[in-house]
């Protein structure tokens, strides 16, 4: 009865999405308030439905109703409880449903959240929000009904991928999903913005924090799912241009532009009809990412089972999405207007420069990936490009990107000065090219790349230091602090979010300049020697897991002849996939290196074993890095210009002339 | 300088920085482009010794062998209809095994021998590499279009309906 009821509540959701992309849509076209008003009411109620159907969904999963194919073939009696829970989104019916879930979400976010707009704008954002779900909940019904039940209820489900039986299962498809859908909201107030024909400051002041927050939850789940694949797959890698990790990767690059973009259009009021067109190939992106993963089209940790009613249902909405979008841009965006002019040497140049390389980077990544796919639906044979033609592009695209993270944050907007802005910057390159010499040299050896990398990232941390010391300048350290705590929170979080970006960027040169790595045979008692670590491999014994058991190596690692720790890789096979052991690598984390091995197969009856062994330099820095970006991301967004100008707002509507530019 | 010149500088910045990075993307789309091959391409056309190509099929059942003293090991990839000596140096894929569908990047030697640099498996039990499966099926038609009747593996037969 309850899967009943779910399936009822999907329908009934997409009653309500439809009846929301209508009504407060026309309202605000005829200034009907009443219509208007609806809209926050249906996108709670949307929501409402969705949750208690997600409820519902992960009910049978908790409560084993293998009933419904879903928890049938994706859970079973002795699955942990936490992965039962998160075994609903382990696949896509349950995915897709998160995915809307979280789209409503948003929608409520929006609803509450907009007592400072207009209300014919939020009313538009809220109806285009609403169409949006309307594509999402009518894929769901139409091809992948999550509720579907088994006419034969087995007594026991085919438990969850073993893959997925990992904590990072538990974080990341929310956190990415967060992201993904969130750029729904951007785009949703780019559609109203160009429905209302008014594209201007305040338009991008309002569609700014949205669009950093869904960037702040993206960065997050694409570094988990790297993370996650670090440690879980045995291969020691963070990032191997899978096309789906490059199908989250490019809506990433793309949002990474408009950020930069809204900030030039809220500040400045240029690029306004550039900043749109962003926020519509943005969100286009996450579509293409739905459909790559979703249609079956390609081989990946991340595909679902195939079904070509599938990949067609999502190409039509994108082509419907993008098609929709572009019309609704050509009819109106030649009225945006140009915005506010500038010199070429100015803070605007900068970002240009930003986004056009951000764009490009993207564009070579949507390349590399898509190319293969199209060649192979059209016939003409099978192939794929591989990591090195991404590394080949993609390494000189960023060097200048981030040589503009150094320059970017002195240049004044408007008009400056060549030796304005470098003045500041000599003793920032100084400290870079130091860095540059000395550090790798600390490594082992020089390398040209590393240096490269080396050098940026000191320059971007020096940079800050330069632009702070000025703001804060004061008699007393007291002074100074108090100083400090008045500085502007979003120049702040713009600081904050380039100096993760460095300290990324700083574990990646290292990680990949000087990791060592080595695949060999051991018998017990079998000694390797690396990076001054000698790792003593103790063999593989048997021990019992929840729902597996798991061939459990045993390896000493010890410097300078001091035990520092021991590591236990593990080779597991779960008791519902006899056929599929699964690899869990053993790491032993620390600032400045990973320690890492993972098992390989067992050789003959004698107790021997191929093992990996991996030393990885600064891994942490690359994982730290992003966490101190996200922290950037939300500095940035907990300015008071996003909050104060709410309570004001209320009392009287202050005209355009004052909402002052703030630096 | 004039505004006026100034923009076309800036443009003109732009424009060669633009045909710079297409110019970087096209060469090295076009040295990394990895063509895919299914065994019997292999046996029957001239295919390129020095660039990196991919082959799929199926592991052929007991030509599985792992040399002393090294991470080496040996096997026949098969698409039913001819079957290509790999070694490959390292750790397998978790879900490798005799029979099973597989893609394998390397460079063919001259003496026919494929050496590769990545095995990929499927990751799951329901799940075969798209590639592998098209290899059977490429061979499967050949074989249907000659009538020639020679007996398909079960195995691959049920491969290729698996897909």
């Not at chain 2, 098969?78 to 397998?92: A, K, N, Q, R, W």
């Amino acid at each position: 009865m309850l899967p009943e009821i779910g399936q009822f509540l999907m329908v009934l959701a997409f009653c309500l999405a439809v009846i929301q992309s209508i009504f407060p849509l026309l309202g605000a076209q005829k200034g009907q308030l009443s219509w208007m008003k609806m809209g926050p009411n249906l996108a709670w109620a949307q929501f409402a439905a969705l949750a208690f159907a997600y409820g519902l969904l992960t009910y049978a999963f908790i409560d084993h109703d293998f009933s419904v194919a879903l928890a049938a073939s994706h859970s079973s009696i002795n699955l942990p409880i936490e992965y039962r829970i998160s075994a609903v989104w382990g696949n896509h019916e349950g995915s897709l449903l998160l995915w809307i879930l979280i789209l409503a979400g948003w929608g409520v976010a929006v609803a509450s959240f907009s007592n400072n707009l207009p209300v014919a704008m939020s009313s538009r954002v809220l109806a285009v929000m609403g169409m949006i779900s309307v594509g999402f909940i009518g894929f769901m019904v139409f091809t992948s009904n999550p509720f579907e039940r088994m006419m034969m209820v087995p007594l026991d489900g085919n438990d969850l991928n073993p893959m997925l039986q990992d904590p990072g299962m538990i974080f990341h498809p929310p956190l990415l999903y967060m992201g993904y859908v969130g750029f729904a909201v951007a785009f949703s107030f780019a559609m109203a913005a160009l429905i209302g024909g008014r594209l201007d400051a305040s338009w991008a002041r309002w569609s700014r924090p949205w669009t950093t927050i869904a960037w702040v939850f993206l960065t997050l789940g694409i570094a988990l799912g790297s993370w996650w694949a670090y440690a879980e797959l045995g291969w020691g890698g963070w990032w191997f241009w899978d096309p789906v990790e490059n199908a989250s990767f490019m809506p990433w690059l793309l949002a990474t532009a408009l950020i930069h973009s809204l900030a030039v259009t809220e500040k400045r009021g240029a690029f306004r009809s550039w900043t749109v067109m962003l926020a519509i190939l943005t969100f286009a992106l996450t579509i293409v990412g739905a459909f790559l993963v979703r249609s079956g089209v390609i081989t990946s940790v991340h595909a679902f089972a195939t079904d070509p009613t599938r990949g067609v249902y999502i190409l039509v909405f994108l082509a419907v999405i993008i098609g929709a979008s572009l019309m609704l841009y050509a009819w109106r965006a030649p009225k945006v207007g140009m915005g506010g002019g500038f010199s070429s040497w100015s803070r605007e140049s900068v970002l240009l420069a930003n986004n056009v390389l951000l764009v490009v980077a993207c564009s070579a990544v949507f390349i590399g990936t898509m190319y293969p796919l199209i060649i192979d639906a059209l016939g003409m044979g099978k192939m794929s490009v591989g990591p090195p033609y991404f590394n080949t592009v993609f390494v000189p695209l960023m060097v200048p990107l981030l040589v503009m993270m150094i320059i970017g944050p002195l240049v004044p907007w408007k008009n400056a000065t060549l030796k304005g802005s470098f003045n500041r910057l000599y003793p920032v390159l100084a400290a870079g090219l130091l860095a540059a010499v000395v550090w790798p040299l600390l490594m082992g050896e020089w390398g040209v790349i590393v240096a490269i990398m080396i050098f940026v990232a000191t320059g971007i941390v020096g940079v800050f230091i330069v632009d702070l010391l000025p703001r804060i300048k004061a008699e007393t350290f007291a002074g100074k602090i108090s100083r400090f705590k008045k500085l502007n929170v979003s120049w702040l979080g713009m600081h904050v979010a380039h100096i993760g970006m460095a300290i990324t960027i700083i574990g990646m040169a290292m990680a990949m300049g000087y990791q060592e790595e080595k695949d060999v045979r051991v018998a017990p008692g079998d000694v390797v020697e690396m990076a001054g670590y000698t790792f003593t491999f103790d063999g593989v014994k048997q021990v019992r897991g929840a729902n597996y058991s798991s061939q459990y190596g045993t390896v000493r690692v010890k410097e300078d002849g001091e035990l520092l720790t021991t590591l236990h890789p593990e080779k597991r096979t779960y008791d519902k996939h006899k056929g599929m052991p699964m690899t869990q690598a053993s790491i032993d984390r620390s600032l400045f290196r990973d320690l890492y091995v993972s098992l390989g197969d067992p050789i003959g009856r004698t107790g021997a074993w191929v093992i990996r062994v991996y030393y990885k330099p600064y891994m942490t820095w690359l994982w730290t890095g992003v966490m101190i970006m996200s922290v950037g991301g939300v500095l940035a967004i907990s300015d008071r210009r996003y909050r104060v100008k709410i309570r004001r707002r209320f009392k009287k509507r202050p005209s355009k002339e004052s909402q002052a530019v703030i630096d | 300088m004039k505004p006026r010149s100034k923009r076309l500088v800036l443009i003109g910045t732009i424009i060669v920085a633009f045909s710079v990075a297409v110019t970087l993307v096209l060469n090295a789309f076009q040295e990394n482009l990895v063509f895919f091959h299914t065994p019997t391409e292999v046996k029957e056309r001239s295919v390129p010794f020095d660039r990196t190509i991919r082959i799929g099929g199926l592991v052929e059942k007991g030509t599985f062998k792992r040399e002393e003293e090294t991470t080496t090991v040996m096997f026949n990839v098969t698409d039913g209809e001819s079957s290509i000596p790999v070694s490959y140096t390292g750790i397998l894929p978790d879900l490798f095994r005799e029979g099973q569908g597989i893609v394998a990047e390397g460079k063919l030697l001259t003496s026919g021998l494929f050496v590769a640099s990545h095995v990929f498996a499927k990751h799951d039990e329901t799940y075969m590499p798209p590639e592998a499966a098209e290899a059977l099926k490429r061979a499967e038609e050949a074989k249907e279009n000659s009538e020639t009747g020679i007996d398909v593996d079960s195995v691959s037969k049920s491969a290729v309906k698996g897909e």
